[in-house]
């Protein structure tokens, strides 16, 4: 007894639109190398951000502005922004269920999410050219 012909349909068939495997596995992976990424980096910029606390303007924009620390901090910022949207899209993913809400909010976050990253991004390139 196939099923197939009856309108019986194998409980993983009613599955809509979650995708292959592939894509729930290679945003699992997206998610550790992100969180890997923040763990080596967030100690630095804590560290940063306590030397930052002590400094006077100046001496702030002059520290942001070397190479190997605005490197760092833009790749922590998109780091963070990276990371932060792969958890809101799980969220969204987990506890909404309309298809509809759910796409309009997933575009929302990716929106949002890239125009931070951006704006931070922008942020950190006027500290170190102004400097």
Do not use: C
Not at 13 to 22: E, N, T
Not at 74 to 90: M, N, S, T, Y
């Amino acid at each position: 007894m196939s099923g197939h012909g009856n309108g019986q349909r194998h409980p993983l068939a009613h599955a809509r639109g979650l995708g292959s495997a592939k894509e729930g596995s290679q945003h699992w992976w997206a998610q550790r190398v992100s969180a890997v990424a923040l763990a080596v980096l967030s100690p630095w910029f804590v560290l940063l951000a306590i030397e930052l606390a002590g400094s006077d303007r100046d001496g702030a924009r002059t520290l942001i502005a070397e190479p190997i620390t605005a490197t760092l901090l833009i790749a922590w910022v998109l780091a963070l922004f990276w990371h932060a949207r792969l958890g809101v899209q799980v969220v969204i993913e987990d506890y909404i269920h309309q298809r509809g809400l759910e796409l309009a909010l997933q575009l929302v976050v990716r929106f949002v999410f890239a125009l931070a990253a951006i704006a931070a991004v922008l942020a950190i390139a006027r500290i170190v050219f102004s400097a």
